[in-house]
C-alpha cells in the first residue's frame, strides 16, 4: 500500500487512477477539479463545502446530516426552515 503523509502535492495529477478504500484524513482539496469521478459507497465526515458547485450530478440514496446553508438544489433553495421556490420551479412542493 502507498502512503502519502505530510506531503504537498499541489498540482498534482491523477488520471484513470484507482483510489479504492482510500482514506483521506485532513485533506486539502482547494480549488481541486474532478471529472467523471466514481464516489458510490463513499463516506464524507468533517467536510466544508463553501462556494463550490456541483454539476452533472446524480444523488441517489444520499444522506445528508449537517448545516445546509443557502444550497441550491434544481432551481430550489434551502433554507434552515423550509424549501423555497424560484419562478420558475414547477414541483409540487408548497
Same mark, same amino acid.
Given at each position: 500500500?502507498?502512503? /502519502?503523509?505530510?506531503?504537498? $502535492?499541489?498540482?498534482?495529477?491523477? *488520471?484513470?487512477?484507482? $483510489?479504492?478504500?482510500?482514506?483521506?484524513?485532513? !485533506?486539502?482539496? *482547494? *480549488?481541486?477539479?474532478?471529472?467523471? !469521478?466514481? /464516489?458510490?459507497? !463513499?463516506?464524507?465526515?468533517?467536510? $466544508?463545502?463553501?462556494?463550490?458547485?456541483?454539476?452533472?450530478?446524480?444523488?441517489?440514496?444520499?444522506?445528508?446530516?449537517?448545516?445546509?446553508?443557502?444550497?441550491?438544489?434544481?432551481?430550489?433553495?434551502?433554507?434552515?426552515? =423550509?424549501?423555497?421556490?424560484?419562478?420558475? =420551479?414547477?414541483?409540487?412542493?408548497?
Amino acid at each position: 500500500m502507498t502512503g /502519502f503523509r505530510e506531503q504537498d $502535492l499541489t498540482e498534482a495529477g491523477f *488520471d484513470r487512477v484507482s $483510489l479504492r478504500r482510500a482514506t483521506f484524513t485532513q !485533506v486539502s482539496l *482547494d *480549488d481541486a477539479r474532478m471529472r467523471a !469521478v466514481d /464516489f458510490i459507497g !463513499v463516506q464524507v465526515r468533517g467536510a $466544508l463545502f463553501h462556494q463550490r458547485r456541483i454539476r452533472g450530478v446524480e444523488l441517489v440514496d444520499v444522506e445528508i446530516s449537517g448545516d445546509l446553508k443557502n444550497v441550491v438544489a434544481n432551481a430550489r433553495r434551502w433554507s434552515a426552515t =423550509s424549501w423555497s421556490h424560484s419562478p420558475t =420551479s414547477n414541483s409540487p412542493l408548497r
